[in-house]
């Protein structure tokens, strides 16, 4: 079975701290692993990681893969108070048949406090 | 246009209630998800289609229908539904093949059965 491991489970930290969150995965025919940021309802999408070790960023954020390891990082630097949110994890299995499965972490609640 | 719409964005059911979740994009998207969530869980996978074609069921209790009228437009049926069945639920779509793995939320359906 697909496992997908978060750390920390919560988060509380002071706006312009840096913050790392963890996601370890145990999958068989891994393909990609997710990033999303969940604020009320609708999970967004952060990143999409494929190969190892090659960094993605989009402004205070980033995140890396290392396949080797099976984990990956979220790191968000400055935080804001906006950033406050559960961050989840997902992993995808491309599957021995025609269609594949996306299996998420159970999420990280990171708050920030101004 | 990247969102997928969902209505209602709340719903109180009765078990012994029939009532329906509806879900739209106009990405182009030819997959299409129904995703459970419960509180301070991650999203469980339902249901999955794939040009309109049921791909995938997860074992979900036959009070729950899912249905694909059109390449746009996603529902989900219910009926005779349980107090445990209370949840937050999420559509989500995605392309087919490549990128399949990056699935874009509506908000959600905030469901609760009394």
């Known amino acids: 079975e697909d496992k997908v491991v978060q750390s920390p489970l919560s988060l509380v930290v002071h706006e312009g701290d840096t913050v790392t969150l963890n996601c370890s995965y145990e999958?068989?025919?891994?393909?990609?692993l997710l990033w999303y940021k969940q604020e009320k309802k609708a999970p967004t999408f952060l990143f999409m990681l494929?190969?190892?070790?090659i960094e993605k960023k989009s402004g205070r954020l980033s995140s890396i893969l290392d396949k080797k390891e099976l984990f990956s990082i979220l790191n968000i630097t400055a935080t804001q108070t906006g950033d406050s949110a559960v961050y989840l994890c997902a992993v995808y299995n491309a599957g021995g048949t025609s269609y594949g499965k996306l299996t998420f972490g159970q999420g990280t609640i990171l708050t920030v406090h101004p | 246009d990247t969102e997928v719409t969902q209505t209602p964005k709340h719903l109180v059911m009765g078990m012994t209630n029939k009532k329906s979740l509806k879900c739209e994009q106009h990405m182009g998207h030819r997959a299409m998800y129904w995703y459970k969530q419960k509180a301070k869980k991650p999203p469980e996978l339902m249901f999955v289609y794939s040009y309109e074609k049921l791909s995938i069921n997860e074992s979900v209790p036959s009070r729950f229908s899912p249905e694909c009228p059109n390449s746009s437009l996603l529902n989900l049926h219910l009926h005779a539904l349980q107090p445990e069945d209370s949840a937050l639920y999420l559509c989500?779509?995605?392309?087919?093949?490549?990128?399949?793995?990056?699935?874009?939320f509506g908000s959600g359906t905030q469901l609760s059965v009394l």
């Open positions: 999958v068989t025919n891994f393909r990609s």
């Open positions: 494929t190969s190892s070790g």
């Open positions: 989500a779509s995605s392309q087919v093949r490549q990128n399949n793995e990056k699935l874009f």
